[in-house]
């Protein structure tokens, strides 16, 4: 019988030009720390060929027990309770940080410093001055950097950049952001890392408004000036821990901001956790001269365009686009046309992208967002609080 008839095992017929691998070191087992490996496990089949293979080696948490418990889970060669340690570890290419955001800075720079590329939720940082601190020193080491700001990589947000910058809508006049969540709404919810400044750096703000404000960057350009409005609805919490004591709340619930974009464009932005009804409601309107287009994440395979000099002017008005055609950005690698994709698979896109920038020697940024990024969008943050607190205007100045 010929050699190539009836069972082929391919784990021999590795060919030349195979991708290479790199070995993920992933912090956190969470929320992020589940979403980020879900992508690994998804790109190489779907973003195909793979530019590399993430190969699962270590994930990092302080329970032990819930760490093992996650590295079986999600499919980790191994697991460490300490950071330190995961990042000896030669198998290790890229050092992931999925943890909270007072555990971004130290774990980041040294992994950097250890020769690791480096993949940061966001925010970047707490403070502009911890971001700028985490930029300089991870920009010595010569890796690779980005920030998780996974929506610059939805099809239906690329599709729109494109749009923008092809110069069809013309001058763009305004950008108009919501974010809004219901989560923490019940004065009974208790006190939790993301309502503490100390590890959270901000409320709302930090958690959802840097996502809209990177969509501002990533979609407008750079604001100019910015004024803000933060407002804490509930100021204590209960502790969580049994003793009926109660624990002081000191971010934000809740903040409005007015931008002034250098290109002349007015923007409004605001995110609050108090929206009741609300559960993941992102959503953004841009008018330019000639059009405008509107998108909202729960509906995340829509684009919404309208022409202001179509014909015939009797049908004028916005258009449902379906973001699911071979030929709309990424769609061609997952299903046929109507059969939408979800959250998830942003993630699939973002790492896609930074394994290519780690392998071709590509820049992550425009259409990614670096260390840069992060920097920047932490100084608009602080400018938005110092607006609030000073009740003034705030050039914005990197």
């Not at 990533?218 to 109660?246: A, C, H, N, Q, Y």
């Not at 409005?256 to 309107?285: D, P």
């Not at 939408?340 to 896109?349: A, D, K, L, N």
Request: aromatic share 12%; net charge negative; charged share 20%.
């Amino acid at each position: 019988m010929a050699d190539d008839v009836g069972f082929v095992n391919m784990a021999s017929k590795a060919a030349a030009g195979d991708a290479p691998t790199l070995g993920i070191g992933m912090l956190g087992y969470a929320f992020m720390g589940k979403a980020h490996t879900n992508a690994f496990k998804k790109l190489p089949y779907m973003m195909y060929p793979p530019v590399a293979i993430p190969k699962l080696v270590a994930i990092c948490g302080r329970n032990a027990e819930a760490t093992a418990a996650a590295a079986q889970r999600y499919g980790y060669e191994g697991y460490y309770t300490d950071w330190r340690e995961m990042i000896k570890n030669p198998a290790i290419q890229i050092f992931d940080n999925g943890g909270p955001n007072d555990a971004h800075a130290e774990p980041t720079i040294a992994a950097a410093q250890a020769g690791k590329h480096v993949f940061c939720e966001k925010p970047l940082a707490r403070t502009a001055e911890e971001a700028k601190h985490m930029l300089d020193e991870v920009e010595k080491t010569g890796v690779k950097h980005m920030v998780a700001f996974n929506y610059r990589f939805v099809p239906a947000i690329v599709q729109a950049k494109k749009l923008i910058e092809s110069g069809a809508l013309g001058r763009i006049f305004h950008f108009r952001a919501v974010y809004l969540q219901e989560w923490i709404i019940d004065p009974k919810f208790p006190m939790i890392w993301r309502l503490d400044k100390k590890q959270a750096g901000s409320g709302a703000l930090g958690d959802l408004g840097a996502h809209i404000i990177d969509l501002a960057r990533f979609l407008i350009g750079e604001p100019k000036s910015v004024m803000g409005m933060t407002r804490t609805f509930i100021e204590e919490r209960p502790l969580g821990d049994g003793s009926g004591k109660m624990g002081k709340v000191d971010v934000d619930d809740a903040f409005v901001s007015l931008f002034e974009f250098e290109n002349g464009a007015l923007g409004t932005l605001e995110a609050s956790r108090f929206a009741q009804g609300r559960k993941n409601f992102n959503s953004l309107e841009i008018n330019g001269e000639n059009g405008s287009i509107t998108f909202n994440l729960e509906r995340m395979n829509e684009l919404n365009v309208y022409w202001a000099n179509e014909e015939p002017k009797e049908t004028r008005g916005f258009h449902n686009i379906n973001i699911t055609e071979s030929y709309h950005p990424y769609m061609e690698n997952w299903w046929p046309q109507g059969h939408i994709i979800g959250w998830e698979h942003s993630f699939v896109h973002e790492f896609s992208h930074f394994f290519d920038a780690i392998v071709n020697n590509k820049p992550v940024a425009p259409w990614g967002a670096d260390f840069n990024d992060g920097y920047r969008n932490a100084v608009i943050c602080d400018a938005i609080v110092n607006s609030s607190q000073g009740k003034k205007q705030i050039d914005i100045k990197y």
